[in-house]
């Protein structure tokens, strides 16, 4: 694997051709990372949602049978694995590094901090319309997956506000400006922080991703100041979204109490 550097922008969803070894999610080594997640609280199985609208916030959640790609063709289930990258096998490690070498935004927007989820999808499996903070990268591991998205000024001020409030799951509604991002094996897509999307996976065979998340200085600013934004609506205020003349007091604000709380320490100064 050799690095290319190019500038690239945190602002627009791109798809790209990646190069990770799809032997290193066969279906013995994702048994393998799975039962060794479910060791360590990193794992979760839930029956996968039934419209692009979820009621409630919260999954159905099931247990794991293995092999897990096997399961996931008797029953519809979505399988999350946390952070291989950080406890699990080198070669994870250097997938989420290839991904930024591949199509990440320029190093000089920031990469905070970088965490990773291993994906497996029952054909069809939905995940219903929903926002991230943070930006994602996502690769095509197997089957077809495919990412419709949204920009970020289709949530409104209030549910950006919420979506750490335990509002990360949106009412439905058609978009105009939405665009599918297909990852079939060998592809994938950058979607920036806080666009809002629902996945979809048309195909006969089980799908299975590598996403990594993580936030540029812009992004985290962004979610410092509607985190705080949260907190001042609480006090019957009515704060302006990121990039008004408040941002640095609410990013300190944000800092001082993350500190009193020992609460999101990973996410202070950056910006």
């Not at 500038?7 to 080594?29: G, K, V, Y």
């Not at 029956?47 to 099931?62: H, K, Y």
């Not at 089957?143 to 000024?153: A, E, K, L, N």
């Not at 996976?201 to 089980?206: M, T």
Request: with cysteine.
């Amino acid at each position: 694997m050799t690095t290319t550097l190019v500038a690239r922008d945190a602002t627009a969803p791109r798809c790209f051709a990646h190069d990770l070894p799809d032997e290193l999610f066969s279906s013995d080594a994702l048994d393998e990372i799975c039962r060794a997640a479910a060791a360590r609280d990193q794992l979760t199985v839930q029956i996968p949602d039934t419209s692009r609208e979820r009621l409630g916030q919260r999954p159905e959640l099931t247990q794991p049978r293995y092999p897990i790609l096997q399961d996931a063709l008797e029953r519809p289930v979505h399988y999350r694995i946390f952070n291989t990258a950080t406890w699990g096998p080198r070669s994870h490690a250097e997938c989420r590094a290839r991904l930024f070498e591949l199509a990440g935004p320029d190093a000089r927007l920031g990469d905070i901090p970088r965490e990773t989820v291993v994906r497996v999808f029952s054909p069809g499996a939905l995940v219903a319309l929903h926002g991230d903070p943070d930006a994602k990268l996502v690769a095509g591991i197997a089957g077809t997956t495919v990412w419709w998205v949204r920009p970020v000024y289709a949530m409104t001020q209030l549910q950006h506000e919420n979506l750490l409030r335990g509002e990360f799951f949106l009412p439905f509604t058609d978009h105009a400006e939405e665009v599918p991002l297909q990852l079939d094996p060998g592809g994938a897509c950058f979607v920036p922080a806080r666009w809002a999307h629902w996945l979809d996976h048309p195909c006969d065979g089980a799908s299975v991703t590598f996403d990594v998340g993580f936030y540029t200085r812009t992004d985290l600013r962004a979610r410092k100041v509607y985190d705080v934004n949260w907190l001042m609506r609480k006090a019957q205020l009515s704060p302006g979204g990121p990039g008004g003349r408040l941002d640095r007091l609410k990013c300190l604000a944000f800092d001082g109490i993350s500190t009193a709380t020992r609460r999101g320490l990973q996410y202070r100064g950056h910006v």
